[in-house]
């Protein structure tokens, strides 16, 4: 999910908070049920989830696991930036290898995750694509081998 520095976020009420937290338990979980739950009719649950997706405070989608769809290798990749940060930005945003891009402060300008296919794609992406970036002055790339945690479920407060 992308985020809109420049859009003015209003804060959010307890009713959307708690569909929200509904949903983060199971994104496949009826307006009905949500309904429910939080005190809404199926339709006025409908209108508020659809709010709250074209506001871009929230995604349902599916998560999958890349070994499961054929992605042998993730990798978070730091990269150092000469010059505006946000074009590479947005260049990196463009690939389709990668998932994540973070603006950062410390070591790195940017943090990258990139899913690919094997290691010879990595390698691919990194040189042939990553680095010849206009403004990318230098990357690191962490393997990540094998993955603990990964939750998108840290409610709202």
Same mark, same amino acid.
């Given at each position: ?30 307006? *009905?049920?949500? =309904?429910?739950? !939080? ?5 006025? #649950?409908?209108? &508020?989830?659809?709010? +709250?997706? $074209? ?19 993730? *990798?978070?990749? =730091?990269?150092? !930036? ?5 074009? #590479?930005?947005? &260049?990196?945003?463009? +690939?389709? $290898? ?41 990357? $690191? ?17």
């Amino acid at each position: 999910m992308s985020r809109n520095p420049g859009r003015t976020s209003q804060p959010l009420d307890d009713v959307s908070k708690a569909i929200i937290e509904q949903l983060q338990q199971d994104g496949r979980r009826s307006y *009905a049920a949500i =309904g429910k739950v !939080v005190g809404l009719s199926e339709a006025a #649950v409908r209108q &508020r989830v659809q709010r +709250l997706i $074209e506001s871009g405070v929230m995604q349902v989608v599916a998560v999958t696991d890349p070994l499961e769809m054929g992605f042998a290798r993730q *990798a978070m990749v =730091g990269v150092r !930036v000469t010059g505006p940060l946000e074009p #590479v930005a947005d &260049r990196l945003a463009e +690939l389709d $290898e990668v998932d994540y891009v973070v603006v950062t402060a410390g070591s790195f300008d940017l943090l990258v995750e990139v899913v690919c296919e094997s290691d010879e794609h990595l390698l691919e992406l990194i040189s042939g694509q990553i680095r010849a970036i206009d403004g990318v002055a230098g990357t $690191e790339t962490f393997m990540y081998l094998s993955l603990r945690k990964q939750t998108y479920s840290w409610g709202v407060r």
